[in-house]
């Protein structure tokens, strides 16, 4: 694992990955090692996807060599996962063709993340998705109850 520093709760990782398929897998090996060293088990299967879908994204809709990868605990009931890449663009859910085998990624990420957008820099942006972290008393883990989803910015 690479570039830990504090965050919010404590420790975030993060790893520049260059741009090719290949590179989603080391996304996801990034986050379950985060989420298995937080004891966040639960959640290693949904950040995964996550992180394969934002990555592949990055990959799909820019021409940059390389995508930053950031895991972190912004709270102590919630991580944040993130791909950073140097486009300006905003990502769009898109509705695919039947047939279409690309084009759900946003949707998947839409359906099993508490929340997800994505924040414009001067150098790019990082879209994020984010889950909320099981308690004890905690009956749902992942994402949050349909009525309280939110969407990214339009």
């Known amino acids: 694992m690479s570039a830990a520093r504090p965050a919010a709760t404590g420790i975030g990782y993060s790893k520049t990955?260059?741009?090719?398929?290949?590179?989603?897998?080391?996304?996801?090996?990034?986050?379950?090692?985060?989420?298995?060293?937080?004891?966040i088990v639960e959640l290693v299967d949904a950040a995964a996807l996550i992180v394969s879908e934002l990555f592949t994204n990055s990959l799909d809709h820019t021409h940059d060599r390389a995508a930053r990868v950031v895991v972190r605990r912004v709270t102590e009931d919630r991580i944040r996962i993130g791909v950073a890449d140097k486009s300006r663009e905003g990502p769009e859910m898109t509705k695919p063709d039947e047939d279409s085998e690309n084009g759900r990624g946003l949707s998947v990420i839409d359906t099993i993340a508490d929340r997800w957008g994505y924040d414009l820099h001067g150098w790019g942006k990082v879209t994020w998705a984010e889950l909320r972290v099981c308690g004890e008393e905690s009956e749902q883990c992942g994402s949050a109850p349909p009525s309280s989803s939110t969407s990214p910015p339009s």
Request: hydrophobic share 35%.
């Open 17 to 39: 990955l260059p741009c090719e398929p290949e590179s989603a897998g080391r996304a996801r090996q990034l986050v379950t090692e985060a989420l298995n060293r937080w004891g």
